[in-house]
């Protein structure tokens, strides 16, 4: 079977299109911030600009993905309400993954009293993300439901 048969028998929509071209560019940054940044161990100098929209577009995906009430999973609904217990849970333990893999790779440091408060603001900044975002996503899909 040729290419252009192929092509041809699996037509995708725009909307399809658009959305593989970007989460080949999304990946593609965040591929571009691992190894340059990571692995080749590149100054922060040269890679500021991909390094920017890379975070730029994550911030927009999850604000956007939790507005539009898609972001929460449906194991933090509990009859019919948000289950703040498992959402707290799942917090703790995302928020120790995040810190480990932080100081791991270098982006924190644990050296002076200094560094540790530093590590735990953004501990706490990520654990209340990580449980406010589901809770916006949760009442907005419960509003999208009554209307």
């Known amino acids: 079977m040729s290419l252009i048969q ?3 028998r699996n037509r995708k929509s725009e909307k399809e ?6 989460y080949l560019l999304y990946f593609g940054l ?18 500021w600009d991909i390094s920017l929209l890379f975070l730029l577009s994550s911030f927009y ?3 956007r993905f939790a507005l539009q009430g898609s972001m929460h999973e449906p194991e933090l609904e509990k009859g019919g309400s948000f289950n703040t217990r498992k959402a707290v849970w799942r917090g703790i333990i995302s928020t120790l993954i995040f810190t480990a893999i932080m100081v791991f790779v ?7 009293l200094q ?3 530093a590590v735990f603001v953004g501990m706490m900044v990520f654990f209340a993300l990580s449980i406010i975002l ?4 949760y009442r907005r899909k419960e509003n999208h439901l009554r209307e």
């Open 115 to 117: 560094d540790i408060f």
């Open 6 to 8: 192929n092509l041809k």
């Open 30 to 47: 965040m591929l571009m911030v691992i190894v340059r940044g990571l692995l080749l161990n590149h100054p922060s100098q040269s890679i």
């Open 134 to 137: 589901p809770y916006i996503s």
């Open 17 to 22: 299109i658009y959305a593989e071209g970007f």
């Open 61 to 63: 995906l999850v604000i």
């Open 106 to 112: 270098g982006a924190w440091s644990l050296e002076s």
